[in-house]
């Protein structure tokens, strides 16, 4: 385990009860020893510290390709806030404070926190989002004691929930496997905990389980979500659904969903296929309203010859206007396809964006590189920036609301870099989110968000 999760312990605190450190003189707060394996992260967590903070004491920390040593020494400042406090471990149990807003929130993370497979690794990076977010809040004035263990799929749940700091979390983020959601959601109904699901497993506990938030959505949720937002969105436009002729495509659910609920509403629509000949291909669009095509997949060999046989129409009636509707897969496409999503006027529909440009997002790219010497993987959505968003929506709720916060819409000013999150209750169960965005590519080159 120590070798494993080198930036984390099992009982991780980053800013727990105070304790005083002697300092070594008037500037300083102490003169820190570097020991193997630690990062400057590490060392301003432990300390209680924003990264800022630390390197502003050490500027030679700011020097190209600057690396720790062991047995260097650092010197550790007095924090700017007010709040901040020195970590440490301890074996007693966390004092009961009953308001979680006047104290620092205990956050526990049960994933699979390893590097055997794809899937530690890819909750190693979320759970370092989760830290980055701890980090930032403290400039806010937020304290949070972090708690980890590595419920691996293979791992025992009753274990791991038998430790006792895990009744003394406010929030808990876990877990990635259904088999382990039974048992959870039990205990934080008899501990009154929060428990975060972040990914996609199955969930029946959250019908009737009020201390659950569920993150996912199902493809069933999200199909009736779009067509409905769909029809409201393009009413005044002229639908055409082209069959591609793609026998592996599971968007032909959508799509019948779609031709179903435009029937109930009247809308006119056209259907074509890739295999018209050019002529009847463009008799399928309207010269007089807005046109906006709709595929029966989402795979790329199909789309585009799809953008080939729009090229034709544009040519042949340079006056028809065309969109395009597709699906989140086509995020993937981006920096192959953007040329055209802006010249087609393209909207995606997706529950997250990461918008890889954004000062936000290279900014956290820089840090998240600084932190772990190691860039993020290229996967979509970003891992790290998903446990940012998370840790940073519920932290800040937490904080503001107490236990009583229910993670719906308007109850604080929150700009995601990645992950938006809106909750609904279910009847008198547990929350689910509902955030939902169209991502448009303007023929101007420029992409909005259209968020609902």
Not at 38 to 61: C, H, Q, W
Not at 382 to 407: E, P, Q, S, W
Request: positive net charge.
């Amino acid at each position: 385990m120590r070798r494993i999760l080198r930036y984390f312990s099992l009982s991780l605190a980053l800013s727990v009860a105070s304790t005083t450190l002697m300092a070594q003189s008037n500037k300083w707060r102490d003169i820190h020893t570097v020991k193997k394996k630690e990062t400057i992260f590490s060392i301003s967590r432990d300390y209680g510290l924003t990264i800022e903070e630390l390197v502003k004491a050490n500027p030679e920390m700011r020097a190209d390709g600057y690396k720790l040593k062991k047995g260097s020494t650092v010197f550790i400042p007095f924090s700017s806030s007010n709040s901040a406090q020195i970590s440490t471990k301890t074996d007693k149990r966390p004092t009961v404070v009953d308001d979680v807003r006047t104290r620092a929130i205990r956050l526990g993370v049960m994933l699979p926190l390893h590097d055997i497979n794809g899937d530690g690794r890819r909750m190693i990076e979320y759970y370092r989002g989760v830290l980055m977010a701890c980090d930032s809040l403290k400039k806010e004035g937020i304290s949070v004691d972090v708690f980890t263990w590595n419920l691996a799929e293979d791992g025992n749940v009753a274990t791991t929930l038998a430790d006792r700091n895990a009744a003394q979390c406010d929030l808990i983020i876990g877990p990635l496997y259904s088999k382990f959601l039974p048992a959870m959601a039990q205990f934080v109904q008899q501990h009154g905990n929060l428990l975060v699901i972040p990914f996609s497993i199955n969930a029946p506990e959250v019908g009737t389980n009020r201390n659950i938030f569920q993150i996912y959505q199902s493809q069933e949720q999200l199909n009736e979500s779009t067509t409905r937002r769909f029809c409201e969105w393009f009413k005044d436009y002229h639908p055409i659904i082209i069959d591609c002729a793609d026998s592996e495509s599971s968007k032909g659910q959508f799509t019948s969903m779609l031709r179903k609920l435009m029937d109930q509403r009247g809308m006119n629509y056209s259907l074509t296929s890739l295999s018209s000949t050019d002529d009847s291909f463009l008799k399928a669009f309207s010269t007089k309203q807005k046109n906006v095509v709709v595929l029966n997949t989402a795979r790329s060999p199909q789309l585009n010859s799809v953008f080939g046989k729009l090229s034709a129409v544009s040519v042949a009636n340079p006056n028809i206007h065309i969109s395009m509707f597709g699906y989140t897969e086509w995020l993937m496409y981006v920096n192959h396809q953007l040329e055209n999503f802006y010249k087609y006027n393209v909207y995606i529909p997706s529950a997250f964006y990461t918008n890889l440009t954004s000062q936000a997002t290279e900014r956290l790219q820089q840090k998240y590189r600084w932190n772990f010497h190691q860039d993020m993987m290229q996967s979509l959505p970003r891992f790290a920036l998903t446990g940012f968003d998370h840790a940073l929506f519920f932290l800040r709720g937490l904080h503001k609301y107490g236990k009583a916060f229910d993670g719906a819409a308007g109850r604080f000013g929150y700009a995601p870099v990645q992950t938006p999150l809106k909750f609904e209750r279910l009847g008198n169960g547990g929350l689910q989110n509902r955030s939902y965005m169209f991502v448009h590519y303007l023929p101007e080159h420029k992409v909005e968000i259209v968020n609902y």
